[in-house]
Each structure stands twice: as structure tokens, then as C-alpha cells.
């Protein structure tokens, strides 16, 4: 909407400054002719956000990029270019943004943020294998499927037998945040057996994540006490899959409440923002 009201004078100088800035804002929509809701994104802001996570990617991490933050292609672009080195890592969460990803992006990494129902990744699978056989075509390789649970995993066997497929595995993690995935317990103990013995699974890494963290009271011990927390029940996990760990191994963590507090000491290579 735009209006012609004028900045009381008695306001303070920054909410005049917010005001004059909407009204600026308001003028260029209607010049431009957008009526519609638009989503409207603060370049400079979002490059010093930008910049502030450059810095920690320093700290030894990579990133990946939550696409579902993210509804447009060339915002992606804009951000995976200033952050990315050649391999363009995303998370995902449904099968369209997996297939504009993978198809946008031949050297991209995709790894889920939460686990698809068997139907539907038997669905994305089938999607996946009628790709033609190009160097730029979408291929099942570019992707890490996320899994929660022994049984699901099951479920995923029987159907990469079914189509002749290899999938990489990527296991979600309880370490702190008990919206799911997996304890260290005797179905972490099965299915660690079942990625050993399959010839349709690979381990492909861990993914972690600890957005409690950043919910947790002072007398509780704050943010810095939970990601303490997290990163040792983290370490634990990573301790029983180092046999099936191999250089590039994905140890995914972070979040956008929690990745300022991220250091060299942290046990993830990666951090989802």
C-alpha cells in the first residue's frame, strides 16, 4: 500500500527515518505499478549478513543454504555465489525445491531437512532415474537422503532394491532438540549394521539440529550450555560412525539462532543457514 500522509513532526528521529523509508518505498511500488503483495529484500542488509557469516565460515565450516527461507532463484543465487566454493550445498524439504535445485545446479549437494514419507521418495527416485543421461541433467548421486529411524530405512532398502538405485544416507540425530531422529541406543547399533551390509546404502554423514539451543534460560545455562551440550552428544555420534567416514563426510549442524556461536571446536563441518 502507499499513502501520502505526512511524518508528524513530533515523532523521534528513527521512526521518521522508518517512515520516510516506507513512504520512499511506497512512491517507487506504485511508479513501478506492483499492487500485489511483494516481498521486498534490503540488499545492503542482507550483504552485511552476508559478510558476518563469511566470518564464521572461516572458523574450518562450509555452508549450506536452507532453501525454504529462500523464495526466489535469484536470491539463492546471489547468496550461494558469496558463500559457496564449487560444490553449491542446499537443504531441501520438498520434492519441488529438490527437483529446481538439482536441476538449476549440476554440481549441487542436496541434503534433506526432514525425511520424505517412502511413497513420495519413491516418487522423487522414479523422478530422478527418467532424468536423461547429460553432465547438466539432475542425478540421484546429488543428493543425501535424511533418515530418522531404522524402519524408515527399511522402507528406503526395499525400494532402492526395487528400482536397482544407490542412494546416500544421511542420518538425523537427536542432540538436544528431541523433535526426532536417532539415540544412541540399539537401533543406532542396527542401523549402522544395515548401512554395513546393503549394496543400495551409503553412509553419507550426520545431521544435527539444535534450535532449542537458542531458547534455553540463562539459569539453565543459556545458549553457549546447550551447543556445549549438543556438540558432546554430537561428538558421541560421530565417534561410532568414524569407521564409515571418509574425507568429505557431511557433519551438518547450525541453524540461523545458532551459527554466530559456532568455533573451530565445534564437531560439525557444515552449517545450514
Not at 100 to 114: E, N, P, T, V
Not at 158 to 179: M, P, Q, T, V, Y
Request: aromatic share 8%; glycine share 6%; hydrophobic share 40%.
Amino acid at each position: 500500500m502507499h499513502s501520502n500522509n505526512p511524518v508528524p513532526s513530533e515523532t523521534s528521529a528513527p521512526l521518521q527515518d522508518s517512515i520516510l523509508q516506507y513512504h520512499a518505498l511506497s512512491k517507487l511500488l506504485a511508479e513501478a505499478g506492483i499492487s500485489q503483495p511483494t516481498l521486498v529484500i534490503d540488499q545492503a542488509a542482507l550483504n552485511r549478513n552476508i559478510a558476518q557469516l563469511k566470518q564464521i565460515l572461516n572458523e574450518g565450516f562450509v555452508h549450506r543454504l536452507v532453501v525454504k527461507s529462500l523464495p526466489c532463484m535469484q536470491l539463492i543465487d546471489h547468496i550461494s555465489a558469496q558463500t559457496q566454493s564449487e560444490t553449491q550445498r542446499f537443504m531441501c524439504f520438498h520434492a519441488p525445491f529438490i527437483q529446481q535445485i538439482a536441476s538449476r545446479y549440476a554440481l549441487s549437494d542436496i541434503l534433506l531437512g526432514k525425511p520424505l514419507p517412502a511413497a513420495a521418495f519413491e516418487q522423487l527416485l522414479v523422478w530422478f532415474m527418467q532424468q536423461p543421461k547429460s553432465k547438466s541433467a539432475p542425478k540421484l548421486s546429488q543428493v543425501q537422503w535424511l533418515i530418522d529411524s531404522h524402519a524408515r530405512l527399511e522402507q528406503y532398502q526395499a525400494i532402492a532394491k526395487k528400482h536397482h538405485a544407490s542412494l546416500r544416507i544421511n542420518l538425523e540425530i537427536n542432540i538436544g532438540l528431541h523433535r526426532g531422529g536417532f539415540s544412541l541406543n540399539a537401533e543406532f547399533e542396527d542401523t549402522i549394521t544395515l548401512l554395513e551390509k546393503s549394496n543400495n546404502l551409503r553412509f553419507a554423514g550426520l545431521m544435527g539440529y539444535e534450535a532449542h539451543a537458542a531458547k534455553i534460560p540463562s539459569i539453565l545455562g543459556g545458549l553457549k550450555g546447550a551447543l556445549d551440550a549438543s556438540w558432546h552428544s554430537y561428538e558421541a555420534f560421530k565417534e561410532r560412525v568414524e569407521h564409515l567416514s571418509v574425507p568429505g563426510t557431511c557433519f551438518n549442524s547450525g541453524g540461523s539462532t545458532t551459527f554466530t556461536e559456532y568455533t573451530a571446536k565445534a564437531p560439525c563441518n557444515e552449517l545450514s543457514v
